[in-house]
T-cell receptor, first 116, second 114 residues
Framework: AQTVTQSQPEMSVQEAETVTLSCTYD???????LFWYKQPPSRQMILVIR??????QNATENRFSVNFQKAAKSFSLKISDSQLGDTAMYFC?????????????FGAGTRLTVKP | NAGVTQTPKFQVLKTGQSMTLQCAQD?????MYWYRQDPGMGLRLIYY???????DKGEVPNGYNVSRLNKREFSLRLESAAPSQTSVYFC?????????????FGDGTRLSIL
C-alpha cells in the first residue's frame, strides 16, 4: 500500500518570501503521479501542481515548483513570492498509473500561514 | 461550469439516524469517489466507482453504502449514523481508465453526529 507523509503540520512565512513544504511517500510502483492540492478556508480542494514520475524535469506552475527526487521518494513544494492568498492547508497526494482504481492517497496536510 | 456538486453542505444528525449524501458531476467523468477528511489525517477513501454500474470499497468503508445511480450521480449513505462518522465528506470525479487525470473535488459536506 502507498503511504504519504507530510512531516510539517504547520508552517509560516512572511509575505513575498519563499517557503518549502516537504512530502515523502512509500510505494513499490514505478509509474505514478504526485500532486499538491491546496485547501483554503473555503474548504475547496484546488489542484496546485502535478508531477508524472517518469518525467525527470521538475514541474513548475508560476510561483509554485516542485523538487521531485524519485530515488529518495521525496516531493517537496516550493512557493516563491508568497502571497496572503496562499494561506491554506496543503496536501501532498499519490496516484498510481493505470488500472481502474484511480484513487489517491493523501498526506495529513501542512497548514501554511502567510504573514503580512 | 458546475463541476462536482455536493448536497447538502452541512447536516447535523442524531446517533442512529440515516442520511444520504448526494454527489453529481457534469464533466462526463467515468470514475467517482467518496472521501472523508478528519483533523490531522488528510483525506481517506471510503468507496469508489470506477465506472457506471460498479462500486468498490476503499480504505474506510465500514458504516457506509454507496450507489452509482447513473454516470453523473454517486451517493453515500449512512444507515445508522455514529459519532465516529462526524467528518467532512468530499466527493470527487475523474475521467478514469488509462488516461489518468487529477481528481476534481466538490466543496464538501460537513456532517456532525450528536
Amino acid at each position: 500500500a502507498q503511504t504519504v507523509t507530510q512531516s510539517q503540520p504547520e508552517m509560516s512565512v512572511q509575505e513575498a518570501e519563499t517557503v518549502t513544504l516537504s512530502c515523502t511517500y512509500d510505494t513499490s510502483e514505478s509509474n505514478y503521479y504526485l500532486f499538491w492540492y491546496k485547501q483554503p478556508p473555503s474548504r475547496q480542494m484546488i489542484l496546485v501542481i502535478r508531477q508524472e514520475a517518469y518525467k525527470q524535469q521538475n514541474a513548475t506552475e508560476n510561483r509554485f515548483s516542485v523538487n521531485f527526487q524519485k530515488a529518495a521518494k521525496s516531493f517537496s513544494l516550493k512557493i516563491s513570492d508568497s502571497q496572503l492568498g496562499d494561506t491554506a492547508m496543503y496536501f501532498c497526494a499519490f496516484m498510481k498509473l493505470g488500472g481502474n482504481n484511480n484513487d489517491m492517497r493523501f498526506g495529513a496536510g501542512t497548514r501554511l500561514t502567510v504573514k503580512p | 461550469n458546475a463541476g462536482v456538486t455536493q448536497t447538502p453542505k452541512f447536516q447535523v444528525l442524531k446517533t442512529g439516524q440515516s442520511m444520504t449524501l448526494q454527489c453529481a458531476q457534469d464533466m462526463n467523468h467515468n470514475s467517482m469517489y467518496w472521501y472523508r477528511q478528519d483533523p490531522g489525517m488528510g483525506l481517506r477513501l471510503i468507496y469508489y466507482s470506477a465506472s457506471e454500474g460498479t462500486t468498490d470499497k476503499g480504505e474506510v468503508p465500514n458504516g457506509y453504502n454507496v450507489s452509482r445511480l447513473n454516470k453523473r450521480e454517486f451517493s453515500l449513505r449512512l444507515e445508522s449514523a455514529a459519532p465516529s462518522q462526524t467528518s467532512v465528506y468530499f466527493c470527487a470525479s475523474t475521467k478514469g481508465g488509462a488516461d489518468n487525470q487529477p481528481q476534481h473535488f466538490g466543496d464538501g459536506t460537513r456532517l456532525s453526529i450528536l
